[in-house]
Structure formats: C-alpha cells, structure tokens
T-cell receptor, first 113, second 112 residues
C-alpha cells in the first residue's frame, strides 16, 4: 500500500539553526500538508500546498517557515531560525484530490536545544 | 475559524465493552469529519470518516454519527479489544481540500 514517508525520523538542532524536514507524498496525490504536534497536545495545521503554491496557512506558519516542492516527489518544510518552542513532531500529509482522505506520514521529531 | 472540542480526554474500558467519544464543532460550514487513531510514535491513521450529507456510517466494530443541527459527531467502538488502545482524534474540515482542525484527543485504554 502506498504511504507517505518522512526523513529524518528525529532531528536535533541548536536554537537559531535552520532545519529542513523532508516528505515524500504518495505519488499521485495533489494536495500536501504540514502539521505539528507538540508533545501531549493536539495536532495543529501549519500549511497546505496545491498546484505549486500555498493554498492555506495558519497563524503558526510565520515568516520563519517556508515550504517547497523542489521536484516531482519531495515536499519540504524549512524553519529558518529554530526556537525552543519549535520542538514538536512534524507530520506531512497528502491527499489525492480535494475530497479524499488525508494520509499522514510517520512524522519527524524535531528537538531544539 | 473552526474550533473542535473533544470529550473525554481519557477513557478506560474493559475488553468487550463499548467506547464512545464525542466531538463538537463551531463552524456550520464544516462538511467533512474524519476520525484518526494514533499509536505511540506513529502518525495519525484514518479509521472512519463521515460527510455532512450522511447521518451515520458503520465499518465493522466502528461507527460514527453526525448531528448537523447540534454540530456534534461521535465515534462508537463496540466489542473493544486491547489493540484498540490508542489516542483517538476527531477533526473537521470546512471545505474540500482545506486543512483539518483536530480535537485534543482521547486516550482510550482497553484492559483485558
């Protein structure tokens, strides 16, 4: 069964450093998302991406964040200057069309020290 | 924007009992309501969903009901098994293709 994959599974970085989280969505999917989950809390929406542009973003997704689909398979989330409060599990999700199910990847645990 | 409330935050049942988790939403324009199961260290996995043109949907031991007038929807798990133990999240989406807004989750523990 096709699945969303994410790398790395765990990233440790120092405050102020840039990180790039990578996702490979399911191959025929057209809509892509990033969510985050701070330990013990609910899953929060960050950004959605369709047709090579951001279609929706939350208040969390400020100027420190950016997304990119650099080629036909990868979807990346960049945090320019990480803060301690960016420590969370980051999930990528994709869906085939506007009415379909969102499939989530296994997540990347980001730890900012 | 949409706000989703979920209750209870924890639920403990005996194997074989039923479990019910309830969610309310605020935006009457929401039309898609999925339920996700999250096991430790993994991403959320869809277990069942319902759209606003349907009042109830069932898949084996799992069912979801939707009351659009009251703006609430519920997950029902019958004949619970220890492997049902996980965190369950409800979510809502206001229009096709848009973000899911999640509830805070319910930790279900099924003891044998």
């Amino acid at each position: 069964e096709p699945e969303v994959t994410q790398t790395p599974s765990h990233q440790v970085t120092q405050m102020g450093q840039e990180v790039i989280l990578r996702c490979v969505p399911i191959s025929n999917h057209l809509y892509f998302y990033w969510y985050r989950q701070i330990l013990g809390q609910k899953v929060e929406f960050l950004v959605s991406f369709y047709n090579n542009e951001i279609s929706e973003k939350s208040e969390i997704f400020d100027d420190q964040f950016s997304v990119e689909r650099p080629d036909g398979s990868n979807f990346t989330l960049k945090i320019r200057s990480t803060k301690l409060e960016d420590s969370a599990m980051y999930f990528c999700a994709s869906r085939e069309d506007s009415l379909g199910e969102q499939y989530f990847g296994p997540g990347t645990r980001l730890t900012v020290t | 924007g949409e706000n989703v409330e979920q209750h209870p935050s924890t639920l403990s049942v005996q194997e074989g009992d039923s479990a019910v988790i309830k969610c309310t939403y605020s935006d009457s324009a929401s039309n898609y309501f999925p339920w996700y199961k999250q096991e430790l260290g993994k991403g959320p996995q869809l277990i069942i969903d319902i759209r606003s043109n349907v009042g109830e949907k069932k898949d084996q031991r799992i069912a979801v009901t939707l009351n659009k007038t009251a703006k609430h929807f519920s997950l029902h798990i019958t004949e619970t098994q220890p492997e049902d133990s996980a965190v369950y999240f409800c979510a809502a989406s206001t229009k096709a293709g848009t973000a899911l807004i999640f509830g805070k989750g319910t930790t279900l523990s099924v003891s044998s």
